[in-house]
């Protein structure tokens, strides 16, 4: 299947404008700036476990799964070099064709701007239109922006029962 999303930009609270757009295998050298510029505890957060280099292999995995397994979204920024990436949200279609494990990251310099509630909030309208049933995501209990965020966007979220440093987060896309 095709990702449909349509690129648009968007203006956040403090005023910056980002372009949101697909993610695409070019995207991968400036993929690995993005996470070269994240602090120590940004990839805690993300990834849940200490990263200090990025795993390209899985990087170019992922790349070339989407669209046909998954969606990718990707903030940019005009930049001396051309843009930066400063969010990127994806979700991957695994074993049952209607869900999805979402991921997103934010740029710290684009932290508490709204960045997160776009990407996902464009993330969660390309899973409807392409018929998936529901939405999931591990995050850190300790991740409370993240947590606030998938509340405020109508996730349940619930203790993972497998490790009591996990939550939950769950979103019904469609009816059944």
Request: hydrophobic share 45%; net charge neutral.
């Amino acid at each position: 299947m095709n990702d449909t999303f349509a690129p648009f930009d968007a203006t956040l609270r403090d005023g910056r404008s980002v372009h949101l757009r697909a993610i695409s295998p070019s995207d991968e050298s400036e993929l690995l700036q993005a996470f070269a510029r994240m602090s120590a505890d940004a990839r805690y957060m993300r990834f849940m476990r200490s990263v200090s280099e990025p795993n390209v292999e899985r990087l170019r995995k992922a790349l070339a799964t989407i669209p046909e397994h998954g969606i990718g979204i990707v903030a940019t920024v005009r930049a001396p070099d051309g843009i930066d990436i400063v969010g990127t949200c994806i979700a991957m279609i695994g074993n049952d064709p209607s869900r999805c494990e979402f991921a997103i990251t934010v740029a710290a310099d684009h932290g508490r701007t709204g960045l997160g509630r776009v990407l996902m909030t464009a993330l969660i309208e390309a899973a409807r239109r392409r018929g998936l049933y529901e939405m999931e995501g591990f995050v850190l209990a300790v991740n409370q922006p993240m947590l606030r965020l998938a509340a405020g966007l109508g996730f349940t979220i619930s203790n993972d029962p497998d490790d009591f440093s996990v939550r939950l987060c769950r979103l019904r896309l469609a009816a059944s």
